[in-house]
T-cell receptor
Framework: GAVVSQHPSWVICKSGTSVKIECRSL??????MFWYRQFPKQSLMLMAT?????????EQGVEKDKFLINHASLTLSTLTVTSAHPEDSSFYIC??????????FGQGTRLTVV | GENVGLHLPTLSVQEGDNSIINCAYS??????FIWYKQESGKGPQFIID?????DKRQGQRVTVLLNKTVKHLSLQIAATQPGDSAVYFC???????????FGKGTLLTVNP
């Protein structure tokens, strides 16, 4: 099956710094990539939808200036958490979509802000 | 989100038993449903899917049932194994934007 690689798998950063998470589709071109956040024992919450070459569409309540998304190519999307705070600590997961219904997930990034 | 839960339902079964995990969805316009398995610290893994024009689909050891009348989805796992222990999420796609919306999830624990 299609492989989506997410990097890094985990990261610890100091409060106030920025962290970049990469999401790559390794063997296919993804027209759309999605970014999710998951808190412990909760479901995945969609943060934003990203299409190559255009601005991301953010879900209600997600700050676009804090969670910067860049989708520069059909195989790479990045999520930058700017000026991170402890409450941003979470599990961030990306998925890449082929067509309208197939979505392949990355392995997730555990962000801890200290 | 519509189906985001704050508490994770749990299901505990004995190895070899059959498991049934249930999910309620709220968007009657959804026309495609997927079950995912998520192990601790990992991303969701596709298990099985079903389109709204079907009410049952079988895979290897898994069966998905869809009841559109009551907007209910279930995942049946036959002869549950310890390796099946994980959180299981249903997800739906539909409407005008084709976004994937996840249900609240169920933690399945298989006792040896």
């Amino acid at each position: 099956g299609a492989v989506v690689s997410q990097h890094p798998s985990w990261v610890i950063c100091k409060s106030g710094t920025s962290v970049k998470i990469e999401c790559r589709s390794l063997d296919f071109q993804a027209t759309t990539m999605f970014w999710y956040r998951q808190f412990p024992k909760q479901s995945l919450m969609l943060m934003a939808t990203s299409n190559e070459g255009s601005k991301a569409t953010y879900e209600q309540g997600v700050e676009k200036d804090k969670f910067l998304i860049n989708h520069a190519s059909l195989t790479l999307s990045t999520l930058t958490v700017t000026s991170a705070h402890p409450e941003d600590s979470s599990f961030y997961i990306c998925s890449a979509s082929v067509g309208l219904t197939e979505a392949f997930f990355g392995q997730g990034t555990r962000l801890t802000v200290v | 989100g519509e189906n985001v839960g704050l508490h994770l339902p749990t299901l505990s079964v004995q190895e070899g038993d059959n498991s049934i995990i249930n999910c309620a969805y709220s968007n009657s316009a959804s026309d495609y449903f997927i079950w995912y398995k998520q192990e601790s610290g990992k991303g969701p893994q596709f298990i099985i899917d079903i389109r709204s024009n079907m009410d049952k689909r079988q895979g290897q050891r898994v069966t998905v049932l869809l009841n559109k009348t009551v907007k209910h989805l279930s995942l049946q796992i036959a002869a549950t194994q310890p390796g099946d222990s994980a959180v299981y999420f249903c997800a739906e796609i539909g409407g005008s934007n084709y976004k994937l919306t996840f249900g609240k999830g169920t933690l399945l624990t298989v006792n040896p």
